[in-house]
Nanobody
Framework: VQLQASGGGLVQAGGSLRLSCAAS????????MGWYRQTPGKERELVAS???????NYKDSVKGRFTISRDNAKRTVDLQMDSLKPDDTAVYLC????????????WGQGTQVTVSS
C-alpha cells in the first residue's frame, strides 16, 4: 500500500485546511486509516482514525474541530481541520492498516501544516 498526502499549507489561526491521503494498492475498503502529526522534539501523536466501517476516533484536543472521512470509491481519506490553532502546527502524516484505533502498518510522507497567530 502506498499513501500520498496532500493539502498542507500556511493558514491563520481560526482558519481551515483540508488534508487528503490517496492510497494505491491493497483493498482500500478493508483498511483502517489515520492521520498523525509530529513536531520536532515530540513524539508522533495520533490525531484521528477511521475504521473500515467508518467508526471514528479523535485526539481530545481536536474533537469538534477536525473531521476525518473516507471515500472508498476514490480510495481517499480526508482530514477537515477547522478553527485551527497555532498548537496544530506540525507535519501531518497519513497511515493505514492494523488496529483501527492506531493504524500504523503503512505510512505516507508528511505534509506541513503551519498555523500563524
Amino acid at each position: 500500500v502506498q499513501l500520498q498526502a496532500s493539502g498542507g499549507g500556511l493558514v491563520q489561526a481560526g482558519g481551515s485546511l483540508r488534508l487528503s491521503c490517496a492510497a494505491s494498492g491493497g483493498i482500500f475498503a478493508f483498511l483502517s486509516m489515520g492521520w498523525y502529526r509530529q513536531t520536532p522534539g515530540k513524539e508522533r501523536e495520533l490525531v484521528a482514525s477511521i475504521s473500515s466501517t467508518s467508526s471514528t476516533n479523535y485526539k481530545d484536543s481536536v474533537k469538534g474541530r477536525f473531521t476525518i472521512s473516507r471515500d472508498n470509491a476514490k480510495r481517499t481519506v480526508d482530514l477537515q481541520m477547522d478553527s485551527l490553532k497555532p498548537d496544530d502546527t506540525a507535519v501531518y502524516l497519513c497511515a493505514a492498516g492494523g488496529n483501527w484505533l492506531r493504524p500504523s502498518t503503512y505510512w505516507g510522507q508528511g505534509t506541513q501544516v503551519t498555523v500563524s497567530s
